[in-house]
């Protein structure tokens, strides 16, 4: 399974045998998982459609995450199926209604001979030919009953879920593919997004530039956009998209992701508006640069991402005094916990078919706990990392009132001058994605950068 290369050849053979890799991998991980748990099998749906409360609208369906892995999600349909049952070939039961009001996403052949798909035009018959398959057996159903589907098996068993999850952490080759074009299509977004600000566009114009750019709708990202100006980048997740525009312009944080195929991308970045005035904030986002640079000299197989967010804030801690925000000795600030104002959020999560991918708190397939330290609750990823685990690291310095003032009235050592002077610019994140290799990691997101400006 490990690919120690950071891009495969594009030719369509290859491509077509790692994804054909990719769904003999997955089948004996459910095949292994259902042997330990004692099931016959397991159904996996792909959900259903919802609408707005009192409406005959809806979102943009989006197929149920354990679906994805074997469908990518511009083939999936409504009411889809697929039945895994050890050693046998795994089922696809897809729908294909007769619809002149929307468009029927085609049949996914390229899974054949992989998959068995299995078509039907109308809802109640794929449920028919589904019943057709019960046989008595102990089955899983994985996803949200459609209310008539009760008798197919368990919802959501809890040491089958345990076992899937775990190992979604680690990336089969053909995954690996999807991500590098998910970075791809985040740093091409990236890198419009920071030319629409140094022309001073407003949050909106960003985003817009941002979409185009990336050749994604709105529907289509892995998560809502980030485009944050000035003091909006003390808000972590903000996602107003201001029409108007700032005034003055001083600084960009941007989390903006790539869709490939249901997997994703995950990328931040922070820019400083050019010139003296806005040259304090431009170090800081220097500094916070060779700051994650360490970090990510840190990762290797054994490490416990818990570890590694411990590092960062004892790193935070010495950029602060470095940078004269903290004005005490270096004891003093860890004594204190001055960094955990200024970096309230996780060092980094799991990523793959969800952006904050499931999985981050288990110690084992069999789903033993692994709690974030109390110390640090909103740590996503705490686990041992291992080869061809994708994740995020994303160090932060915010500059949020309602977390520092309290240390203002505490007479914390800080500089308040200069924090005063810094509010109007929120703060600074970089994210980037990571593949851990046997030695070191494959950064997904500056290989990708690097593509998309030589395109």
């Not at 990336?171 to 999807?178: A, I, V, Y």
């Not at 991308?265 to 005035?277: E, K």
Request: one cysteine or more; hydrophobic letters at 40%.
């Amino acid at each position: 399974m490990a690919d120690s290369g950071t891009e495969e050849s594009t030719g369509q053979g290859k491509l077509s045998a790692m994804r054909q890799a990719h769904l003999r991998d997955l089948n004996e991980r459910w095949a292994i998982a259902a042997a330990e748990h004692n099931f016959g099998g397991a159904w996996i749906a792909a959900g259903d459609e919802t609408l707005y409360f009192g409406d005959d609208q809806g979102p943009a369906f989006k197929p149920n995450a354990y679906f994805t892995q074997w469908v990518p999600p511009e083939f999936a349909v409504p009411g889809a199926h697929i039945l895994l049952r050890p050693g046998r070939q795994p089922v696809l039961f897809q729908p294909t209604p007769v619809d002149y009001w929307h468009a029927v996403p085609p049949v996914p052949e390229d899974l054949q001979p992989d998959v068995d798909i299995r078509t039907f035009t109308t809802r109640g018959a794929l449920l028919a030919a589904c019943r057709g398959e019960v046989t008595g057996e102990r089955m899983a159903y994985i996803g949200r009953s459609m209310g008539s589907n009760e008798d197919f098996g368990e919802p959501n068993p809890i040491p089958l879920l345990s076992h899937a999850d775990f190992y979604r952490a680690e990336k089969t080759p053909w995954e690996l593919h999807l991500m590098r074009q998910a970075s791809e299509v985040g740093a091409r977004g990236h890198q419009a997004a920071e030319g629409a600000f140094l022309q001073r566009g407003t949050e909106f114009d960003i985003h817009m530039a941002y979409l185009m750019a990336s050749a994604q709708t709105e529907a289509q990202l892995p998560y809502a956009n980030i485009i944050a100006l000035n003091e909006h980048a003390a808000i972590l997740h903000y996602t107003l998209h201001d029409k108007q525009h700032s005034s003055p312009p001083r600084s960009l944080l941007i989390d903006a992701g790539g869709n490939a195929s249901g997997y994703a991308s995950d990328i931040t970045r922070t820019h400083a508006t050019p010139g003296r005035d806005h040259q304090v904030f431009a170090d800081l986002i220097a500094a916070m640069q060779l700051h994650q640079d360490k970090l990510l000299s840190s990762i290797e197989p054994g490490l416990r991402f818990a570890d590694l967010h411990v590092q960062m804030h004892e790193q935070l801690t010495d950029l602060l005094i470095a940078s004269d925000i903290a004005q005490c000795s270096v004891d003093q600030a860890r004594q204190l916990r001055l960094s955990d104002a200024f970096c309230p959020h996780g060092l980094g999560h799991l990523l793959g078919i969800q952006v904050h991918d499931v999985g981050g708190h288990q110690a084992d397939p069999s789903g033993t706990p692994a709690p974030p330290p109390p110390e640090y609750p909103t740590l996503r990823f705490t686990r041992e990392v291992r080869q061809d685990y994708v994740f995020t690291v994303e160090p932060g310095l915010y500059f949020i009132e309602s977390l520092l003032e309290p240390l203002r009235a505490a007479g914390a050592p800080l500089n308040w001058r200069l924090i005063d002077s810094l509010w109007g610019y929120g703060g600074i994140r970089i994210e980037d994605n990571v593949r851990v290799l046997e030695r070191g990691i494959e950064n997904l997101t500056r290989d990708a950068w690097l593509r998309a400006a030589n395109d």
